[in-house]
Structure formats: structure tokens, C-alpha cells
């Protein structure tokens, strides 16, 4: 019997996984998930689990700094993902079975002084750096000023990228136009690949506390048609190319936030292509829904009437400085608790790691 998850990748989405916990990896990959990705906060849950007490431990013996701690961990969890969907990466020729890479958060916090160009010049640096040696490892640049500054350079210099924390047209135009640039200066193009994080359920969360005037028929589903225009718009760029490897949307914030819609909300409006990065609960939850069979829904938009209205309504450039705002805080935020998370298991464990 086919199981909600895998009727979603038989419509043509690939499944990635908003974790890289050894665990839920291997469970999500019998459900058809082919990639992952990390960050902060997923590091520092594993880290609470006391699971990783040991490796942790071999970290602190060696003398190594918080904040160094922090980058290894991650190091240790991106890899054993990495070696899950190795095969993918490689039956698919690079088009998938890769798992994301961060680069520091703190690029990004608003104590960081440096410049647009030296965040970039920093982004280039740690890009080149933690993806060094790796096949089917991606490395997750913020579309931020700093983000977007580094693209070229770091898609020139052969790194697969996943840029992130998209919202608007704006942004994706820009990250998507400097990637193409860079890409444009490798020798090749047989591996360029490239994808794109629209995140689209904080967008109805802040269409329901900043445009409360939506009609019931467009207010919270305007991350969905932001999302739906913007794979349009990708794959018609794409399209003439004549590349190897997609070029791909990731739809990220696919939990819901509201209560009262159904778990499957994102997961089904986005189902048919390009990649989807659902949270454990998110997938676990669609699992436990008997007789679920997703079908193609990522090239169907509500009604011309709803789209004028959310046209005429929302005001994307607002909605782009705000959520970048609280996307940064998020982004910050959560290496710090994690910095902070490793200070308090150094204390904690055994006297060999103080």
C-alpha cells in the first residue's frame, strides 16, 4: 500500500527533510525522502537529547572553542545524512540527494560591523571552506545584501548553492541572476546545480496580522501564490538553457502555523515538482492521514478575482522588509542559544572537557 508520503514524490516532488537527525534521516528516507538540510536550531535539539554526549565530549577533550563545537557538530551531522543519500546523488548525476549546509548565522546579527563586502568576502570564504571535498553537499547562503553579494563568486568558484530566506520576486531575480553569473564562468556546467528557498507560511502569517482586510477567499493563501508564481517564473527562465541538472525551488516553511488548517495545507498546495524541506512533525503527521493521496497542484492558481485582490492589497516590498527582519533575528538567534547550549555541556560533562 502506498503511503501518503510516497504518493507525494510519485507526483513529482522530492521530499527533503527539515533535519539532520540520524534518526528521522533514515525513517524519512524509507518514506522516499532524498535530501536534507541543517541549521541551528536543528543542531542544538540533537545536542539536548544527551545522544551525542560522547562525540561532544571527544570535541571538549580536544581543546576546541564553543564556537568551534558548534561548526564540527554540524560537520558530524551533515555527513551521516550525506552518506544516506549518497546513492541518490549519484544515480541522479548531482540533480539530487544533497543535504545543506548553514554558513554562520552571525554574519548576519546585528553586532556584525562588517560591511556588504566583507560579509560576502566572509560567506566566500566559508562556503569554499565547508564544502570543500564534498559531492552532494550544499551550502546555504541568506539572501541577504551580504547573502546576495557572495553568489556570483561562490557559483564561479563550483559550489552547489541553496541560497535562502526568500520572500519576494525581488530577492529570487537577484540571487537567481548572480548565480547564473558565476555559473557562466566555470569551465563546465555538467554539474551546476542550484536551488532556491521561498519560505510561504510566514507569509500568511504575516498577511493575517498585517492585511487583516483579506478577503476570506485570499487571506492565507498568499504565501502559496507568491510560491506558485515564483516556480513559473524560475522554471520559464531555466527552461533554454540547456543544463544537465535542475534548477530548483525549495518550498520551505511548509508547517503550518495556524491551528485550524489541516498539516497537509503546504505540502499539497506545492506537490509536483521541485523540492519540498517538511518538518519531522510536518511528515509524520501526513503519514498518520489515512487514505491521504496527494496530486499535482504546483502549476494551479485560485481564481484571477483573488489574485488582483492580493495584487492590489499586499504590499510585497513592506512584506520583504519585515519578514527579512524577523528572518534574521531567526537566523541569528538560534547559533547563539547554540553557542550558549555548548557552554552549558562543557560545564555539565565530564571534568576532561573544561
Not at 497537509?264 to 521541485?274: E, W
Amino acid at each position: 500500500m502506498t503511503t501518503p508520503l510516497e504518493s507525494l514524490v510519485a507526483t513529482g516532488t522530492k521530499l527533503w527533510l527539515d533535519s539532520v537527525d540520524p534518526a528521522l534521516v533514515q525513517e524519512n528516507s524509507k518514506f522516499g525522502a532524498t535530501g536534507a538540510t541543517s541549521n541551528p536550531i536543528i543542531i542544538s535539539d540533537l545536542i539536548k537529547t544527551g545522544r551525542f554526549d560522547d562525540k561532544l565530549t571527544a570535541f571538549l577533550e580536544k581543546g576546541l572553542k564553543d564556537e568551534e563545537i558548534a561548526w564540527q557538530m554540524t560537520d558530524f551531522f551533515v555527513r551521516q545524512a550525506q552518506a544516506v543519500f549518497a546513492d541518490v546523488n549519484a544515480a541522479t548525476k548531482g540533480n539530487d540527494g544533497y543535504v545543506s549546509f548553514e554558513l554562520d548565522p552571525l554574519l548576519e546579527d546585528a553586532s556584525c560591523k562588517l560591511s556588504v563586502s566583507e560579509k560576502a568576502a566572509r560567506y566566500v570564504e566559508l562556503g569554499k571552506k565547508w564544502s570543500a571535498g564534498h559531492t552532494n553537499r550544499m551550502i546555504k547562503v541568506p539572501g541577504t545584501p551580504g547573502g546576495l553579494a557572495a553568489l556570483e563568486e561562490l557559483a564561479a568558484a563550483g559550489i552547489t548553492l541553496n541560497v535562502t530566506l526568500l520572500f519576494t520576486n525581488r530577492q529570487y531575480v537577484a540571487a537567481r541572476d548572480a548565480v547564473w553569473r558565476g555559473a557562466q564562468k566555470r569551465k563546465s556546467l555538467e554539474r551546476f546545480k542550484s536551488v532556491y528557498s521561498i519560505f510561504i507560511s510566514r507569509i500568511d502569517v504575516y498577511t493575517k496580522q498585517h492585511v487583516p482586510d483579506l478577503s476570506p477567499a485570499a487571506q492565507g493563501i498568499v504565501g502559496i501564490v507568491n510560491a506558485k508564481r515564483l516556480w513559473r517564473e524560475n522554471r520559464d527562465f531555466w527552461k533554454d538553457k540547456k543544463l544537465s541538472l535542475a534548477q530548483e525551488f525549495i518550498f520551505a516553511s511548509t508547517g503550518t502555523k495556524d491551528p485550524a488548517d489541516p498539516p497537509d495545507k503546504y505540502v499539497a498546495a506545492m506537490a509536483g515538482s521541485d523540492i519540498q524541506t517538511n518538518p519531522p512533525k510536518t511528515n509524520a503527521a501526513i503519514q498518520a492521514m489515512p487514505n491521504k493521496t496527494f496530486t499535482r497542484a504546483v502549476d494551479q492558481l485560485p481564481p484571477q478575482a483573488v489574485l488582483d485582490e492580493i495584487d492590489k492589497k499586499v504590499d510585497f516590498k513592506k512584506l520583504e522588509t519585515v519578514l527579512m527582519q524577523e528572518g534574521v533575528d531567526k537566523f541569528a538567534d538560534p547559533h547563539k542559544k547554540l553557542l550558549a547550549l555548548i557552554a552549558q555541556k562543557r560545564a555539565s560533562l565530564a571534568p576532561a572537557g573544561r
